[in-house]
């Protein structure tokens, strides 16, 4: 993954012509793309590592895996949200890591952990550096370094149980990697993020991932038989069985623990047979209330789709414009996606039973088409997120979850807040919205916000995203859905779970973690 | 319920002639009954509560709610275990709390522990007082006086949402006031243990509970949308949305609590239409085994149905036999019993594909009957049971889980450790199995045991537990998959979840309860 943006290079690509076009009229953006900095001449905050800690470091996981070379360190200086990029884009020094290290195993973890503990050096764990809520920034707390831990080398597929289906894999693995160990076998995991190509195993669990397919293969916590996890105060391996009445769910605590509790080092994970089958269908509904009634309808029925989303009227204009469908057959109304995955018999009885709910709800099938182009270009939005930047145009996204009931209400409320706070500042926003995660009880929103850049877009974000967390918490969703909570999303955390959860939160921190070294400013108000 | 039984008196009966002929048989009893105790009779230990502390109560939840006299604390004595059923049959003092109870609402909870923890008297939460493994014995720890918090005037549904599919229900609900509740607006909870009767829905939550239509509803903690938990250190409202990535599950870490945390007083449940049609089907399957991968290829197919379990050899002979077929078409193999529950489209479309892959592996539908009679007799069990320890014989459960690969194993170890465990004592058993909730990646094991008693029944049955506990942890099955922990599993506690995962709950303890009131002697070793 490239420094100061999202992905690999020869993904890169400046924006369409008539993109470029489209930008100009609807914001007033010159549409000339900035020239990005050359990478070795990025200056870096210096390190705060002495040569005493650097040899210590080099003794517990080997002289070549300790990094403090220029590259190593710019590469782990953070995630990827919009003000993540935005701020590599300054000029000045980046913030970075004292060293980068690359142990080898869970034992090397866990004496990393314990070095640093006597140390007094802080630690944060990386996977895939994907994280959108500034959860691998290299803060150093109230330590006088900080070091990031690199898991790429805990990339193994072990304990393949295929009868079981489960298969425990490394903390370090990408979801590619992962999926390619696992197809060797004929399985899969399923877990497809936006983040896939570049998020970890360990990474995923840390963060209650959420992939979109998680309507039929569930949530990476869903997926989660065991866990290994390092801490300071050693070692635990949690779950015993798929399911336990033995006291408190602990892989429930370290699941979505951000590298604050302990280092997730290898998952456990439910795994299936890779599809024999996909039957795509995408469908149309006359707007998003009756879009979102029908997506209820079949999941309380237990017949949802592996793949079901739904997309509002602007995300549904703009996605059929992507497409290259201007100027074709206009669709109006919402675009939803359904995707059924598994053997020809359930590809067969599963799609019949969600589409005849569908159907009975004001559905209209629309072919096989956008859902097969949805699936072309899923991981593809981040790319075109980093060419919208280079031309002053500010593009984020967020998400919430809340009960189906108040999913109307949500929607408005944040829509309200961002256009609000945006237009407040004299650059009104295209704000887009679709349901990306559904359950019985309620759905995720996941919104795409478009506007064009103030001379100071950090500020400018900041300022909307604070006047939407305050929507979110007001109106009953939760701050977070599948992003987590890294840096960004902590303000909001006493209002999640009360005074007295932090105090528990607090509690398990200052019994695995008793100085305190493990992700400072992260989760934990 | 009765003080030294199961159930309600007009449910009681002594065993039918030919079963008596049947044990006299093979166990060598004589069948005849022993004569219980009056219940006025039985010498309870003197109440440890001073007038002053009883003075205090009463100012906390009224004077009227804090019960003292004989009945009341026979009647919160314990739970229902095997053992602790024995024990009321013993002469002697019974142990009892030193008061029982019973606060109005939520804020009365809070304001009991307050008391308690300035006063220093242990706290034990008790809902139907149907465990099985004496979680809720009166034991008062290092304090000098114990009261129980009975729950059941928190008996309310609030917050009906049937858009959403959810209901706040009160912690002292039984089951079928809960469901009475939410029936008369056309919903229901669908958890179905052999508890229901009695059993309520914050015991439900505090043990992990998972009913016989887990397969379609899910488990008790699957169903959890938002607790509502009193400490001593405050309120704890968890749950935000059906989803969230905003760090660790808490509400994971209070279900399974089993009353050392807090004191669960509401429960947001995930609900659904009560069903339009069920659909009933047994089948029949040459062993155990061929079974059991039919029942793993139908939930790895996502075709699973409502209900889903499966009787081995054993069990299969003896279930029929109660079901009066004795003599009549002898049925060898294994029964499995299937319910699929829903619209009559998702009945259908379920149930084909669900038949189809149970015939694919080998099983024989055999009709209706057989999982009717099921269904009809689900919550007779206990009673069974009780009339058994009338007349000489030794009768328990217990119950396990683990992956599918393992369970072949498991299943043989726990038969073994039983068997030879009795058997050298002198009392060779009759043990049956059924595989009672099933997961994508393993299902749990129900195990009855039947042995003729010895004159000390329970020291022969803490021998048989120990053996069998020791041989499911070293089998690597978890030590209770919904019987919970409670006093009797304590022991194996630390090897469940590691001497740091027992670190991390005496500190979450320590945070909500630092007194160490709450249900001491429970759960946490």
Redesign the interface.
């Known amino acids: 993954m490239v420094w100061d943006a999202w992905g690999i290079p020869s993904e890169h690509a400046p924006l369409p012509e008539k993109i470029r076009t489209l930008l100009a009229q609807v914001f007033g953006v010159s549409g000339e793309s900035v020239t990005r900095r050359d990478e070795g001449s990025v200056p870096l905050r210096t390190s705060a590592l002495s040569q005493a800690h650097l040899a210590g470091l080099s003794t517990v996981v080997g002289p070549d895996q300790v990094r403090t070379d220029h590259r190593a360190r710019l590469l782990h200086a953070g995630g990827k949200s919009t003000p993540d990029l935005l701020r590599r884009r300054l000029d000045g020094p980046q913030d970075a890591p004292d060293a980068v290290l690359f142990p080898a195993d869970h034992d090397q973890v866990l004496a990393v952990l314990e070095y640093c503990t006597e140390q007094r050096i802080a630690v944060v764990p990386f996977g895939g550096g994907t994280s959108v809520v500034g959860g691998v920034d290299p803060a150093r707390g109230a330590f006088d370094a900080v070091v990031t831990l690199d898991l790429r080398r805990l990339d193994s597929l072990t304990d393949l ?1 295929p ?4 298969a425990t894999l490394g903390a370090g693995l990408t979801g590619p990697q992962a999926e390619k160990l696992l197809a060797a076998h004929g399985l899969s995991l399923g877990h497809f993020p936006q983040s896939f190509e570049f998020a970890s195993i360990g990474g995923f669990a840390a ?4 992939g979109q397919a998680s309507a ?1 293969f569930g ?1 990476f ?1 869903d997926m989660i ?1 065991r866990l290994r996890v390092a ?1 300071p ?6 779950g ?19 590298g604050t ?1 302990g280092v997730i080092t290898a998952v456990t994970l ?1 795994v ?1 047979p890779v599809p024999a089958t996909v039957g795509y269908q995408a469908w149309s509904f006359p707007d998003f209330g009756a879009g979102a009634a029908a997506l ?1 309808s079949v999941v ?4 949802a789709p592996t793949v079901l989303r739904l997309s509002d009227e602007a995300e549904t204009g703009l996605n059929l414009a992507r497409a290259g469908d201007i100027g074709g057959n206009p669709v109006t109304g919402c675009l939803a996606i359904t995707t059924i995955e ?2 020809a ?2 590809v067969e ?2 799609g ?2 969600a589409a ?1 709910l569908l159907t009975a709800a004001g559905g209209t099938a629309l072919g096989e088409q956008a859902a097969r182009d949805w699936e072309h270009g899923r991981f593809a939005a981040p790319y075109l997120r980093d060419a919208l930047l280079d031309v002053g145009i500010l593009c984020e996204t967020l998400e ?7 999913l109307a209400e949500l929607k408005a409320k944040v829509t309200a807040a961002l256009t609000d706070s945006l237009a407040g500042q004299g650059t009104p926003p295209l704000v887009m919205c679709h349901i990306s ?1 559904t ?6 929103l996941y919104f795409t916000v478009v506007a064009k850049q103030l001379d100071d877009p950090i500020a400018q974000w900041h300022t909307a995203k604070h006047a939407v967390g305050d929507a979110i918490a007001a109106a ?10 890294g840096a960004d ?1 902590r303000p ?2 006493t209002g ?6 932090v ?6 921190k ?3 973690d008793p100085a305190g070294i493990l992700n400072p400013g992260k ?2 108000p």
Chains 1, 2 share one sequence.
Not at 163 to 166: A, I, P, Q
Not at 207 to 210: G, L, Q, V
């Open positions: 149980d009868v079981s289906g489960t963060t209650r991932s959420s039929g949530r916590d038989q801490t105060g050693g070692t635990l391996d949690l015993r069985a798929p399911a336990s009445a033995a006291g408190p769910d602990l892989r429930e605590l370290f699941s979505g623990s951000e509790l439910r299936h209820r309380q029925a237990g017949a598994g053997s018999a359930h009885a599963r019949a039973e005849a919430t979850a809340t009960s189906w009931s108040n995660h359950y019985p009880t309620g759905a995720s009953g969703g939760t701050i977070t859905h599948h992003h987590a909570v999303h909001w955390m999640e779970i009360g005074e007295l959860g105090r528990v939160l607090r509690a398990v200052q019994a695995v989760l934990i």
